[in-house]
C-alpha cells in the first residue's frame, strides 16, 4: 500500500512541488550556495528515487506537468522581451556583438582548457555546450559523439553555479547596466540564470531570455565547426 502511495503519479508530482518550496525557504533564509532551491531538490529526488527504487521514466512520466508548464514560462519570455522591444531595438549592434563574443569565449575557454588536460575527444565535445540550454546542448552534442548524461549534468551544474554566483561576480566587475546584466546571466547559464535574472528586473529578465536563445543558436552553429577544425 506504502509503496503504491510513493510510486503514485500525484505524490511524486506533490514531491516534487514540495521539495522545491522548502529549498526555496532554506535558500533565501541561509543564503547558503549549496542549498540552492534547485540543486537541493534534484539532490533530494535522485536519493527518494533510489530508496524507494522507482525508475526515472516513471518518475518523469508522473510530473510531465511541470514539463508542460516550463514549456509555458519559456514562451512567456517572449512578452518580458516585447515590453522592452524599444530598448532591444537600441541595442542590435551590441546583442549581436555580445552573442558572437559569449559563444566563442563559452565554447573555447572550455575547450582550451580540456586540450590542455589532455581529454577525449568525447568528453570535450559533451562539455563544450555547457553554457545553453540542455534540449539545445543535448541536440548538438549528441550526433557529434557526446555523451548525454554528461552534458546533461555539466549544463545543469553551470546553471546552477551562474544563478548562485552571476549576480555577485557582476557586481564585483562594477557592471550595472541592467541590459548587460541580463545578457550575461543568460548567455552564461541559460534557463535557471533567467530565473535569477528575472528577480533582478524586467528588463534583466528580457535580455536574459534573448540572451538564452541567441546563444543555443550561437553555439549550435559554432561547435560542429569547432569539432571540425580541431578533429
Not at 577525449?120 to 549528441?142: F, G, N, Q, Y
Not at 546552477?160 to 548567455?187: H, N, Q, W, Y
Amino acid at each position: 500500500m506504502v509503496d503504491a502511495i510513493f510510486r503514485s503519479d500525484l505524490f511524486l508530482l506533490a514531491l516534487t512541488i514540495g521539495l522545491f518550496l522548502i529549498s526555496g525557504y532554506l535558500f533565501r533564509k541561509t543564503k547558503l550556495m549549496l542549498l540552492h532551491p534547485v540543486l537541493l531538490t534534484a539532490v533530494a529526488v535522485i536519493l527518494f528515487l533510489k530508496i524507494a527504487d522507482i525508475d526515472y521514466s516513471h518518475y518523469k512520466e508522473s510530473v510531465a506537468l511541470l514539463d508542460f508548464a516550463l514549456g509555458l514560462s519559456v514562451v512567456a519570455l517572449g512578452y518580458l522581451m516585447y515590453e522592452q522591444v524599444e530598448r532591444l531595438k537600441s541595442a542590435t549592434l551590441p546583442v549581436i556583438g555580445a552573442t558572437i563574443a559569449g559563444c566563442v569565449v563559452g565554447i573555447g575557454l572550455v575547450v582550451g582548457i580540456a586540450l590542455m588536460f589532455g581529454m577525449e575527444r568525447d568528453i570535450i565535445t559533451s562539455i563544450a555546450p555547457k553554457s545553453v540550454t540542455v534540449p539545445i546542448a543535448i541536440a548538438v552534442s549528441e550526433p557529434l559523439g557526446g555523451s548525454v548524461a554528461v552534458t546533461s549534468v555539466v549544463v545543469f551544474c553551470t546553471g546552477v553555479l551562474g544563478s548562485i554566483c552571476g549576480a555577485k561576480l557582476l557586481e564585483l566587475c562594477r557592471v550595472t547596466d541592467p541590459m548587460a546584466r541580463g545578457f550575461a546571466l543568460g548567455a552564461a547559464s541559460h534557463g535557471i540564470g533567467t530565473a535569477r535574472a528575472i528577480e533582478l528586473g524586467a528588463v534583466e529578465g528580457a535580455m536574459s531570455g534573448l540572451a538564452m536563445a541567441l546563444t543555443g543558436f550561437g553555439t549550435a552553429v559554432l561547435l560542429p565547426l569547432v569539432e571540425k577544425y580541431l578533429y
